[in-house]
Every structure is written in structure tokens, then in C-alpha cells.
């Protein structure tokens, strides 16, 4: 399995392709796509090169995403199974959710 880089992976909000980007050394190795409806960043697909999966870009990129939905003071509708498996995994994201039931 390849190993990362050694520089830190940088994660920036590419507004004109809907996504958050991961890059290391400039180079992309994942994405979480999202569409922006009123309030809410809904997260539709998320994907990490495969050479790199299983090193933690994908978590790291979750929780970047994640943090600047809460900056935002947004509401994050997970639509992706990854973002799903994440917010499951970590409950102080849990308050990004929209009530059950709400509009």
C-alpha cells in the first residue's frame, strides 16, 4: 500500500465544482460532493483515490467539511454513505443534523 506524502493534506471548499477537496502536495486525492439547499449542505458522494483509501484522508476530509458546515451554521444531510458511516462514528457531529421531521 502507498504511503502519504509527507506534507499535511490541505482542505479547501471548491464552490465552482461543489465539493470539498483533499490535496496533498497540490495534488487532488479525494472529494465529498454536496449541493447547498437553503440552510443545509446536503453530502452526495465522497471518494478518495484508491492507492491512498484506508489512511485516514477520508476522515480528515469528513470532519473539515463537517467543521465548516458548523462554521457556516449549517445543517449537514448526509446522502452518502461514507458521511453517514462518519457522523455515526462521531456524535459531537450529530448536532449538524436537521430535526427528525423538520423542514
Given at each position: 500500500?502507498?504511503?502519504?506524502?509527507?506534507?499535511?493534506?490541505?482542505?479547501?471548499?471548491?464552490?465552482?465544482?461543489?465539493?470539498?477537496?483533499?490535496?496533498?502536495?497540490?495534488?487532488?486525492?479525494?472529494?465529498?460532493?454536496?449541493?447547498?439547499?437553503?440552510?443545509?449542505?446536503?453530502?452526495?458522494?465522497?471518494?478518495?483515490?484508491?492507492?491512498?483509501?484506508?489512511?485516514?484522508?477520508?476522515?480528515?476530509?469528513?470532519?473539515?467539511?463537517?467543521?465548516?458546515?458548523?462554521?457556516?451554521?449549517?445543517?449537514?444531510?448526509?446522502?452518502?454513505?461514507?458521511?453517514?458511516?462518519?457522523?455515526?462514528?462521531?456524535p459531537?457531529?450529530?448536532?449538524?443534523?436537521?430535526?427528525?421531521?423538520?423542514p
Amino acid at each position: 500500500m502507498p504511503t502519504l506524502p509527507t506534507a499535511d493534506p490541505d482542505v479547501t471548499d471548491n464552490t465552482d465544482e461543489h465539493r470539498y477537496e483533499i490535496r496533498i502536495e497540490g495534488r487532488l486525492v479525494g472529494y465529498a460532493v454536496y449541493e447547498r439547499v437553503g440552510d443545509r449542505t446536503v453530502f452526495v458522494h465522497t471518494a478518495v483515490a484508491s492507492e491512498l483509501q484506508g489512511q485516514g484522508l477520508g476522515r480528515r476530509l469528513a470532519k473539515a467539511a463537517l467543521d465548516d458546515v458548523r462554521k457556516r451554521q449549517q445543517k449537514a444531510v448526509p446522502r452518502c454513505s461514507f458521511i453517514v458511516d462518519y457522523l455515526d462514528r462521531h456524535p459531537e457531529y450529530r448536532d449538524l443534523l436537521p430535526a427528525p421531521g423538520g423542514p
